[in-house]
C-alpha cells in the first residue's frame, strides 16, 4: 500500500485575538505590542475572587462581522460560559468561553464549511525555564479571542493553509486583527486523521489527532504533511493512531505526543452567572445593516473585481490584495485612464516595489499622478522600456513630474528621424567593415549597429525606429 490508498482529513480550529481598545471584560488596554510584563492588569483580567466582568461591545461586533463575511447564521440568543481547569496561566480557574450559544454558526471560507465562531477570552501568557523559574505575564489575560472551527472537510495542507491565509486576510480587511502566526496573534490548530480507501468502511474517518504549536504558515503546512505520513506509517505497521493532542517540533520537522486528548465534559461548562445574556436581534448596534456600513470591500470581491476590470493573473491580484496599500495605490494609479492598467501592474510589481524595497521607501514615495503620468509617457513612446526604468529610479530618489526628470537627464525616447539619421550615418560611415559583413549576410553585423545606435543616444532612440533608419542608411 502507499499514500493513495489513504483519504486524509483535516479540521482546523484558529484562535485571533481581536483588536479592541479595551479587553474581554475590562478597562485595561488591550496591546499586543507592550513589551514591559504585567501593565495592562487589574482584579479583574488577574482573575481576583468578587470581580465583575463586562462585556466588551467592540469584540461582539468584531465577531459578527465576521459571521456576516462568512455567510454564517448569527446567534439571536447567547451567552458565556465557564470553562473549568486549572492552569497558572488561568488564575480565576476557569476560562470565560461560549459552549452552547456560540455567536455565529455555519457559514464558509474559501471553499470550506465552518462550524461555529465564539468569543472568549484569551489567558496570560508563561515562560517557562528561565533560571528554573516560570514566569506569568497577564496583559494578555483576557484579551478577546474569536475560536472558528471548521467542519472536517479538508483534504490536503494546501488548502488548509490557503483557507488560514484567507481568515487571516479577511480578519485584517475588517480591523479585527493583525492576525500574525508568529506573534501569537492568531494560532492554528490542526486536527487530523487518515482512513484507508480499501476498507470497506471507507466513508468512516479515522482517529483524528490535534496538532498544535504552529507559529507560521509553513509550520501548519509541514505539520499536517508529517502527521499524514506518520499516521499512515503507523497503521501500515500494524499499529494504531491515538486520539491526543501532539506539538509541533520545528527543529526535527515532527510532531510529538503531548497529552492525551480531555473532552468537554471534563471541563464542567456551565452559563457565567456574572454576564449578561444577549439577544443579539434587540441590540440596533448588532443589527446586519449598522455592521454593513462599517465593512468594507471584502477580499476576495476585490479579488473578484480587480481580475474581471483589469485582468490580472492570479499571482498580480494576489499581492494586490494581500497589501491593500499597494492595491490602493494601483486603483488610483489607473483611475479613469484604464489604457494604462497592464503597464502599471508590470511596473508596478516587477520594478516598482523592487526599488522600494531597496530604498526602503513606502508605497506613496511617487505620488500616483507623477506614476501615472509616468505610464501614459512609456504608452505613448516618450519612454523606452529603459529609460522609464531609469526615470522610475530617479524618482524614488525624488519624486517630481516625470517629463521634467526625463528631459533633464536626457531620457526623453528620440523619435526625431533626422537626428537619429545623422547619428546612424556617422556610425556606419566609421565601421565600414561591420557594413560589408552585413552585406555577406551576417546577421549579427545589424545587431552591433543597433547597439552603436543606443549607446551614443544613452538607451534613449526609439529601437524600431532605428533599426528601420540603420537599414535605410546601409541600403
Ligand atoms: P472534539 O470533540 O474532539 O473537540 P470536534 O468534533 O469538536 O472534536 O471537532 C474538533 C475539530 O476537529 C473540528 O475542526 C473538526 O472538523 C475536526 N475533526 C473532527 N473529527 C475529525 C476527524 N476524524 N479527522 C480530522 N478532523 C476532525
Ligand atoms: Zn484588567
Ligand atoms: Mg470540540
Redesign the pocket.
Known amino acids: 500500500m502507499n499514500d493513495k490508498d489513504y483519504i486524509?482529513?483535516?479540521?482546523?480550529?484558529i484562535h485571533a485575538e481581536l483588536k479592541t481598545s479595551s479587553k474581554m471584560f475590562c478597562s485595561c488596554k488591550n496591546d499586543p505590542d507592550e513589551e514591559r510584563p504585567n501593565v495592562n492588569v487589574c482584579p479583574i483580567c488577574m482573575g481576583h475572587p468578587g470581580t465583575l466582568p463586562v462585556l466588551n461591545k467592540q469584540a461582539i461586533k468584531h465577531v459578527l462581522k465576521i459571521g456576516h463575511a462568512i455567510g454564517g447564521t448569527i446567534a439571536d440568543f447567547t451567552e458565556w460560559d465557564r470553562k473549568n481547569y486549572f492552569y497558572p496561566d488561568i488564575p480565576k480557574g476557569y476560562q470565560i468561553s461560549q459552549y452552547k450559544y456560540p455567536l455565529v454558526s455555519g457559514g464558509n471560507l474559501a471553499g470550506i464549511d465552518l462550524?461555529r465562531i465564539h468569543l472568549e477570552e484569551d489567558t496570560a501568557q508563561s515562560t517557562h525555564d528561565t533560571h528554573h523559574k516560570s514566569l506569568i505575564n497577564f496583559n494578555r489575560s483576557s484579551v478577546p479571542l474569536m475560536e472558528l472551527?471548521?467542519?472536517?472537510?479538508?483534504h490536503d495542507a494546501e488548502t488548509a493553509v490557503k483557507f488560514a491565509k484567507e481568515l487571516q486576510l479577511l480578519l485584517r480587511y475588517l480591523g479585527a486583527g493583525e492576525a500574525n502566526l508568529e506573534k501569537g496573534e492568531m494560532r492554528v490548530?490542526?486536527?487530523?486523521?487518515v482512513?484507508s480507501l480499501a476498507n470497506t468502511e471507507a466513508k468512516k474517518?479515522?482517529?483524528?489527532t490535534?496538532v498544535k504549536n504552529l507559529n507560521s504558515f509553513k509550520a501548519v503546512e509541514k505539520a499536517i504533511v508529517f502527521e499524514i505520513s506518520r499516521q499512515i506509517e503507523l497503521i501500515e505497521n500494524g499499529g494504531k493512531v491515538q486520539?491526543e493532542t501532539r506539538g509541533w517540533d520545528e527543529n526535527s520537522g515532527t510532531t510529538y505526543s503531548q497529552r492525551l486528548?480531555e473532552?468537554?465534559h471534563d471541563y464542567r461548562y456551565f452559563p457565567e452567572p456574572d454576564l449578561p445574556k444577549l439577544k443579539i436581534s434587540e441590540v440596533a448596534e448588532f443589527s446586519k445593516e449598522e455592521l454593513t456600513k462599517e465593512t468594507s470591500e471584502l477580499p476576495w470581491i476585490k479579488r473578484e473585481r480587480l481580475v474581471k476590470d483589469f485582468i490580472m493573473t492570479e499571482k498580480e491580484v494576489a499581492v494586490f490584495v494581500e497589501s491593500p496599500e499597494v492595491g490602493n495605490y494601483f486603483e488610483e494609479v489607473v483611475k479613469g485612464e484604464s489604457e494604462i492598467a497592464k503597464l502599471s501592474i508590470n511596473y508596478i510589481l516587477t520594478d516598482y516595489l523592487g526599488l522600494l524595497k531597496k530604498e526602503g521607501k513606502g508605497v506613496e514615495t511617487i505620488s500616483t499622478k507623477n506614476f501615472s503620468k509616468l505610464m501614459k509617457m512609456i504608452e505613448a513612446k516618450k519612454l523606452s522600456s529603459r529609460g522609464a526604468k531609469d526615470a522610475m529610479a530617479l524618482m524614488v530618489k525624488e519624486d517630481g513630474d516625470p517629463e521634467i526628470i526625463a528631459e533633464k537627464n536626457g531620457l526623453i525616447q528620440k523619435s526625431d528621424e533626422g537626428e537619429i539619421k545623422k547619428i546612424v550615418t556617422e556610425i556606419v560611415s566609421k565601421n565600414p567593415t561591420v557594413v560589408t559583413d552585413y552585406k555577406n549576410g551576417k546577421e549579427a553585423a545589424l545587431q552591433f549597429f543597433i547597439g552603436q545606435g543606443m549607446k551614443a543616444t544613452k538607451g534613449s532612440a526609439n529601437p524600431e525606429l532605428l533599426k528601420k533608419i540603420l537599414l535605410e542608411v546601409i541600403g
Not at 149 to 154: C, L, M, R, W
Open positions: 486524509a482529513t483535516i479540521g482546523l480550529e462550524t472551527v471548521t467542519e472536517p472537510v479538508i490548530e490542526a486536527n487530523i486523521s482512513a474517518f479515522g482517529t483524528k490535534e486520539q486528548k473532552s468537554s
